[in-house]
């Protein structure tokens, strides 16, 4: 029991911290200019990425993407190819991009292996206590659409290999693994640097195979 107390607080710290953001007013035409010239190869001019290892970003909450971008820009969030994407970029030019992404249709649902559904749905909506693993669907919705307010996102038929992976980085800065560099780790979840956030928390009470069959069920929910 408390260790779900102790999740469930830093789900109000989360909430409370990420629901601040404040997206600048922003250019939605401006920002297609910058996703067609930078960021569709990877990501897809519409937002629905052809690449498993790169996010869909159509339809995503804006204040998530915000957030992000501006985190790789300062180095927070620590990815190198993104870091360079983003560096000779001013906020306004994320806050547009952020906010074309957010107003492109929604990406649709990828495909599931129904044999990981049993033990996915118990994580996903119930949680482990035992292990003080919180419900996703806590944070993310029963059907993982993210919650706008709080600024945490769309989950949801997201690619499968790009959840595991991130859901891994977590897990890594989580447990406080040694790794090669700050790239294989992901910490800008937390509320302030040098403190460990939700995702960082759960995610270190996970298993490869919880991370598998998650990434697997996510990617197929709708």
Known sequence: MKKIITAASLMIV?????????????DVAAGKVIAESI???????????AVPA??????????????????????????PIMSAQVAKLTDQDL??????YASQPRWGVGYANPAYAPAAQKLFFGGNSSRGVIPCAGCHGGKGNGNDFAAFPRISGQHSAYLATQLKLFRAAGRE??????SQVRVNDSAKKGEKGMMQVVA???????????????SALH
């Open 14 to 26: 989360s909430v409370s911290g990420w629901s601040a953001i404040a997206v600048p007013k922003h």
């Open 39 to 49: 960021c569709g190869a990877c990501h897809g001019v519409n937002g629905v990425s």
């Open 54 to 79: 790169q996010p869909n970003l159509g339809g995503q909450n804006i204040k998530y993407l915000y957030k992000q971008l501006i985190e790789f820009k300062s180095g927070h969030r620590n990815n």
């Open 95 to 100: 806050a547009n991009v952020a906010g074309y």
């Open 177 to 182: 693994d040694e790794v090669a560099d700050s």
């Open 204 to 218: 270190s009470k996970l298993s490869d195979n919880d991370i598998k069959v998650l990434s697997d069920f996510i």
